[in-house]
């Protein structure tokens, strides 16, 4: 996620907009999960980002957010990839974005 980061840091520098970078959450993350927020919470905060940890269901959660603060461009990446026709949650978040573009990054790599 760090490289992701970075890059939606550059991008939206480029177009003079707004870096504001969310992760949907289980109720309950494990101690490495938070430990993972953390440091995207701190890099968000040193290139100048704003931070959000979100619990719930994730199309909704992320289409409030992005209703909320007007976001024009949501950039996702999947923490693991996906079989064939599992694409709920982005089909349930591309359906209720509104005007903003939704743009998925694939899994990374494990290899």
């Not at 949501?74 to 978040?93: K, M, Q, S």
């Amino acid at each position: 996620m760090e490289p992701l980061i970075r890059r939606s840091a550059a991008l939206a520098a480029q177009v003079a907009g707004d870096l504001l970078v969310t992760v949907v959450q289980p109720s309950s993350p494990s101690a490495a999960t938070e430990r993972l927020v953390s440091g995207y919470a701190a890099l968000t905060a040193q290139l100048g980002g704003e931070f959000a940890v979100l619990r719930g269901a994730p199309a909704a959660e992320l289409t409030a957010f992005a209703l909320a603060q007007q976001v024009t461009e949501l950039v996702l990446a999947r923490d693991t990839p996906v079989r064939a026709g599992r694409h709920r949650v982005l089909r349930e978040l591309a359906g209720q974005s509104g005007a903003a573009e939704v743009h998925v990054l694939p899994a990374p790599s494990t290899t």
